[in-house]
């Protein structure tokens, strides 16, 4: 009971001091409407293109989402020292992590459905499959989190895990089928598609909304809960050594 206690104060603390800040909130409406707006617009091929641009459009506004937020909370911590003393907490780390990076993953799960509300306006989404989309929301929003807390964790400045964030976020954009399939991508190029964790995420979201998925849902998403626990112990493993040890 008292892990659960502290990892609710700890998660209440960063929403009130990151998360619930009003340009942090204008900034998770804004970025998502925005990326929303430029596809649909751009897509050229009036409403009937939504569905085919809305799972790539989601999958980039909890990407940025997260793995912006992280930059900001964990590092910013790290600089200022705070952090430390959430570690001298009788607290597992993994406990404080997992509170740490809830956060993050309630902001970017709440950003993917900006855009998702923004297009029930002007089409019929009835027939997506919120059974397996909804789930896989959730899982691109750990796996995003945890690779910005990674990121966060091997820099020392905000400005450094932004910069270091986008290495991996753009290429990313056009290499794990968001807007276009993979199948079109060079033959050298597709094995790195498949090494990157939000190719599985973009699948199951385009198999939900319009059903042009490749692999098996079950295949996608156990791929991406190995990915998250994959940087979750990548990340602790970095925090013993570089803040602990």
């Keep these: 009971m008292k892990l659960w206690i502290a990892f609710w104060n700890i998660l209440l603390k960063d929403m009130r001091t990151y998360y619930l800040k009003p340009p942090n909130i204008s900034w998770g409406l804004v970025f998502p409407l925005a990326w929303t707006g430029m596809f649909f617009i751009k897509s050229g091929s009036g409403l009937g293109s939504i569905p085919a641009v809305l799972p790539?459009?989601?999958?980039?506004?909890?990407?940025?989402?997260?793995?912006?937020?992280?930059?900001?909370?964990?590092?910013?911590?790290?600089?200022?020292?705070?952090?430390?003393r959430l570690l001298l907490a009788p607290l597992p780390l993994e406990v404080l992590?997992?509170?740490?990076?809830?956060?993050?993953?309630?902001?970017?799960?709440?950003?993917?459905?900006?855009?998702?509300?923004?297009?029930?306006f002007l089409v019929d989404l009835s027939q997506v499959a919120w059974g397996v989309f909804v789930p896989a929301v959730f899982l691109i929003a750990v796996v995003s989190t945890f690779l910005g807390l990674t990121i966060a964790v091997a820099v020392s400045e905000v400005f450094e895990a932004q910069t270091f964030s986008n290495f991996f976020r753009f290429p990313m954009i056009f290499l794990c089928g968001l807007?276009?399939?993979?199948?079109?991508?060079?033959?050298?190029?597709?094995?790195?598609?498949?090494?990157?964790?939000?190719?599985?995420?973009?699948?199951?979201?385009?198999?939900?909304?319009?059903?042009?998925?490749?692999?098996?849902?079950?295949?996608?998403?156990?791929?991406?809960?190995?990915?998250c626990i994959g940087l979750f112990m990548l990340s602790l493993w970095n925090i013993k050594k570089r803040w602990i040890l």
Excluded: C, Q, W
């Design 56 to 84: 790539g459009v989601v999958a980039v506004s909890i990407l940025f989402g997260t793995t912006s937020m992280l930059a900001v909370t964990v590092t910013f911590e790290k600089k200022n020292r705070s952090f430390e």
């Design 97 to 120: 992590m997992l509170a740490k990076t809830s956060g993050a993953i309630l902001f970017g799960a709440a950003n993917a459905f900006v855009p998702v509300a923004m297009a029930a």
């Design 179 to 227: 807007f276009f399939p993979i199948d079109k991508l060079p033959v050298f190029l597709k094995p790195l598609s498949y090494a990157l964790p939000l190719t599985y995420g973009a699948d199951v979201l385009h198999g939900a909304v319009h059903g042009g998925h490749v692999l098996p849902f079950s295949t996608d998403l156990a791929v991406l809960g190995a990915f």
